[in-house]
């Protein structure tokens, strides 16, 4: 699912399709980290986020 594509579409229903299938059906049933890892097949990690912000911010500040 390409969030930032549908986003930039304003596309948000298959945005919303996808949490209702994936996450907030199973939301009583599971651990906020056994959700995240069902939902994603990777378990919670700050890495992604890590990934992006040295992507996002190495170009600007000449890092």
């Given at each position: 699912l390409d969030v930032d594509a549908l986003v930039?579409?304003?596309?948000?229903?298959?945005?919303?399709?996808?949490?209702?299938?994936?996450?907030?059906?199973?939301?009583?049933?599971y651990t906020t980290p056994e959700l995240i890892e069902r939902a994603t097949g990777e378990k919670l990690s700050a890495e992604p986020f890590v990934e992006y912000v040295r992507g996002k911010f190495e170009d600007l500040y000449d890092l």
């Amino acid at each position: 699912l390409d969030v930032d594509a549908l986003v930039r579409e304003e596309q948000f229903e298959p945005i919303h399709e996808w949490m209702t299938e994936h996450v907030h059906r199973h939301g009583q049933r599971y651990t906020t980290p056994e959700l995240i890892e069902r939902a994603t097949g990777e378990k919670l990690s700050a890495e992604p986020f890590v990934e992006y912000v040295r992507g996002k911010f190495e170009d600007l500040y000449d890092l």
